[in-house]
């Protein structure tokens, strides 16, 4: 009787892996049939069909590893029958694999999420312990991230309560009016009592207002809100482009690194 082929079932969402540890690696095998390894450098991959969609760190010379490494919010979108998670020996010369575990698609789309100590299908002689790994695999649909419209480990969280005005040079893309973009900005942050986030490169000595002998340097103001107790963090690209620089005094560009320099010892993050 022929076996009963199994469908493959779409995963399209988030994975989080929470990696703990293994335990009775086999040993790796010889190199060129004379030298035994009595130890292992292993690491863990997860497989999704053929892509590698995870890796661990690589633990030195353990038959029983510890890792307790968490990777959270991985984006997969994949018709499979199984994911497949891979204990592998760094060795570039054998490339052992030293056990693997098949984890149904279809178990982890019904059950959300698969735990515990599990055991590895490797070679092994009789005398030897069954090798072992225990995590958390855990499947999160995309419906279900749509309807909370939050995302883990961002430095600007999700927000309520809040509005948003949009500018293209000094007119007000919502109302199409004339407004002064540079006041409004001046006066939100003088009037922020929780926390600013600003998310483009700035030039700490330029002034909001109009009537520059009125308005305080932008760098100096956030520093007061700061040291008020206002949450202020300032997101920075590493890219020194001038497309990253919005806000500037003139028409030379501002540097992350001088931004970093000038905002140095002030408690507020700037990254």
Known sequence: ??????????????LSFSL????????????F?????ET?????????????LLKSDIREKTRHPTWEQDFNAVPICSAEVNIV???VDKDVKTGDCLGSLNVPCRTLAQNKVVEG???LAAPRSSREKTPVISFRLEYHPVDERHQSLEVDDVYFP???????????????????KKKRCLYDIYHHIVTAKKFIYISSRLDPKFKLKYSQSEGLELGRLLIRKARAGVNVLLLLSDVDLDLN?????????ISSNDIKKYFSGVRFAVI
Request: aromatic share 8%.
């Open 20 to 31: 703990h540890y293994a335990k009775y690696l086999p040993k790796t095998n010889p190199i």
């Open 33 to 37: 049939g004379i030298f035994e390894k």
């Open 40 to 52: 292992t450098d292993p690491y863990v991959v997860v497989i999704v069909g053929d892509n590698k």
């Open 85 to 87: 998670i891979q204990v």
């Open 245 to 253: 620089t919005i806000i500037v005094q003139d028409d030379s560009a």
């Open 1 to 14: 009787m022929a076996e009963t082929k199994v469908k493959p079932t779409l995963l399209h969402g988030f």
């Open 158 to 176: 999700v927000r309520k309560a809040c509005n948003l005005s949009l500018f293209t040079g000094d007119g007000d893309v919502k109302s199409g």
């Open 117 to 119: 100590l599990h055991e």
